[in-house]
């Protein structure tokens, strides 16, 4: 029997809250750092030179190992985001009762039964998923709209209960995302049990109140919480450099690209950060980076090829010129006049 493996396959059902921002002031200003890793829906790309994935194959896979889950699971997980549910829901079945502890596999049974209206078999499933992996939140959430549906308001309530406990700052994130940032710092004021992201939202909230000091005391908290938090020190970047304290907004952009060394925007902001510090060349590496990361950054290529003519290399600045032209022509001509001013004269 071949070996196969499961795939990540794209859930509409149960939406989940999230919300991102810009590279000034922003990322994933309401990352939980803290969310177990089994959720209800995820999503991914098939990495390049996949094979193509389809119903069919999915359902030649099964055919050809019929006793392996994991064939199972994929060809439930693709009619799930069909919205084939009642197939979804037979292939899971076979899942769960060949490993009973499949947490994904029964959250996905959870998941058909509720669209199919068979709201006691999803609480069922939910409630064995929320057994084995009880700190998922979102198993919660999803327990508690089963319950709701089945008109047992009692237990929804005890599942909302728990699910606001495991996720305190639900409320806020979407107070922020409404734009009503004075009720998002009220609502975080109140909370009980405040974690990391807590003060994240919270420093979020503050800095679009244009209140940077206290952004930065609400970051620092969090990373404090949780040293590991790689948005909170992006953001605590953000905050010093609004209160022109360069020293303190490197360092915490250094601790942000540390942590997540695929962060295009944390590498420009930091490259932003060196070059009010006139370090030029950790700038110019730091922008490199960001270039490299996000080829398609026009402001880091810019700011990378200003620095590269400061230096005295104009062939640097000319391919920057070059790759700016297929990216922002509007950009790749002030630096083509630029580089012409800098060229000496014969």
């Not at 209800?40 to 190992?65: R, Y």
Request: overall charge negative.
């Amino acid at each position: 029997m071949k070996l196969m493996k499961r795939l990540l396959l794209s859930l509409a059902v149960f939406a989940l809250l999230s919300f991102a921002s810009c590279k000034s002031e922003s990322k994933s200003e309401t990352a939980n750092p803290t969310q177990p890793a089994a959720t209800l829906g995820t999503e991914a790309t098939p990495p390049p030179g996949s094979v193509e994935i389809s119903e069919a194959t999915l359902q030649k896979d099964a055919q050809q190992n019929p006793d392996d889950p994991t064939a199972h699971f994929n060809l439930g997980g693709m009619y799930l985001a069909e919205g084939k549910y009642a197939e979804a829901a037979e292939e899971f079945k076979f899942v769960t009762a060949k490993n009973p502890k499949d947490v994904d596999a029964l959250a996905r049974l959870g998941i058909a039964d509720a669209a199919l209206n068979k709201f006691d078999e999803a609480i069922d499933a939910f409630k064995r998923a929320a057994v084995l992996s009880p700190q998922n939140a979102d198993l919660h959430k999803a327990l508690a709209d089963a319950y709701e549906k089945a008109g047992r308001q009692t237990e929804a309530a005890r599942e909302r209960a728990e699910f606001e406990r495991l996720q305190p700052n639900e409320h806020a994130k979407e107070l922020y995302k409404q734009g009503k940032y004075e009720e998002t710092v009220v609502e975080l004021q109140k909370l009980s049990n405040k974690n990391a992201e807590t003060y994240l939202v919270q420093g979020n909230a503050l800095l679009k109140l244009n209140q940077p000091k206290e952004a930065a005391d609400a970051f620092r908290q969090a990373v404090r919480m949780n040293p590991q938090y790689a948005d909170a020190y992006f953001q605590l970047g953000n905050a010093c450099d609004r209160l022109n304290q360069q020293e303190d907004a490197a360092k915490a952009f250094q601790e942000a690209v540390r942590l997540n060394p695929q962060d295009a925007d944390a590498f420009f902001n930091l490259g932003n950060t060196y070059g009010k510090l006139g370090r030029d060349s950790e700038a110019a590496d730091a922008y490199a980076q960001a270039v490299r990361l996000n080829p398609q950054d026009a402001d880091a290529r810019f700011r990378l090829a200003l620095l590269r003519l400061k230096g005295g290399d104009v062939r640097a600045a000319s391919e920057q010129y070059e790759a700016l032209k297929g990216i922002n022509p509007q950009t790749a001509e002030k630096l083509r006049q630029i580089i012409g001013q800098s060229a000496p004269s014969k």
